[in-house]
């Protein structure tokens, strides 16, 4: 399997404008999260889906922030308008259960907003 | 809030020796405890989780887990270059999530 992929990689925007993340979790997971992470907060759960439905999005900071998962193989987190205090590094990860099972996670994508 | 509480460091540890990392946690709920390595610039990967209090043991890796004190700990025997990274703990179970802490610094000095 290939893992879990995430696109892009790098993602430089202007503050403003959309930023739309993309994420692929490995076959068979039926679970996938979304974190952030920053040198002064550190790895933070944004959202998480369980059969491509969103469980729980207390984590997600603002309503500038959505998450779709539309079909098992695919997902999408969406800033909208962004701003520079979302400068971080975005991590999807999938596993096949959430709790007692290890997480499998994507290259991530390094998002600067100037 | 829950919390997953560790030292950021950095801890430096001559190679050869024995690291040893901490972690506390707030939810007396938490089942399942998991230490992932993370290298710079990279995503973090599973090096070892344990569910029961007690140790557990995985080649030069040992986690230990105390419920009672909400303490996790993970040792590092024979301490080398190689094992330089960012540990983080995490804590899942209770309420479905797994909740990282900001994670150890730690230096292996050749």
């Known amino acids: 399997d290939a893992g879990v992929i995430q696109s892009p990689r790098h993602e430089v925007t202007e503050m403003g404008q959309e930023v739309t993340l993309r994420c692929k979790p490995i076959?068979?997971?039926?679970?996938l999260f979304w974190y952030r992470q920053t040198m002064m907060r550190g790895l933070e759960l944004l959202i998480y889906?369980?059969?491509?439905?969103?469980?729980?999005d207390s984590g997600m900071p603002e309503d500038r922030f959505s998450a779709k998962m539309p079909n098992a193989s695919f997902s999408t987190l969406k800033i909208q308008p962004s701003e520079p205090r979302d400068s971080a590094v975005y991590f999807c990860?999938?596993?096949?259960?959430?709790?007692?099972?290890?997480?499998?996670f994507g290259s991530g994508t390094q998002l600067s907003v100037l | 809030q829950k919390e997953v509480e560790q030292n950021s460091g950095p801890l430096s540890v001559p190679e050869g020796a024995i690291a040893s990392l901490n972690c506390t946690y707030s939810?007396?709920?938490?089942?399942?405890f998991f230490w992932y390595r993370q290298y710079s610039g990279k995503s973090p990967e599973l090096i070892m989780f344990?569910?029961?209090?007690g140790d557990k043991e995985d080649g030069r890796f040992t986690a230990q887990l105390n419920k009672a004190s909400q303490y996790v700990s993970l040792l590092i025997r024979d301490s080398q270059p190689s094992d330089s990274a960012t540990y983080l703990c995490?804590?899942?179970?209770?309420?479905?999530?797994?909740?990282f802490g900001k994670g150890t610094r730690l230096h292996i000095l050749p």
């Open positions: 990860a999938s596993s096949r259960d959430f709790g007692s099972e290890k997480l499998f």
């Open positions: 076959s068979g997971h039926d679970y």
């Open positions: 889906f369980n059969n491509n439905v969103p469980i729980d």
């Open positions: 939810d007396r709920g938490s089942q399942s």
């Open positions: 344990i569910y029961s209090n």
């Open positions: 995490a804590v899942g179970g209770g309420d479905d999530k797994i909740i």
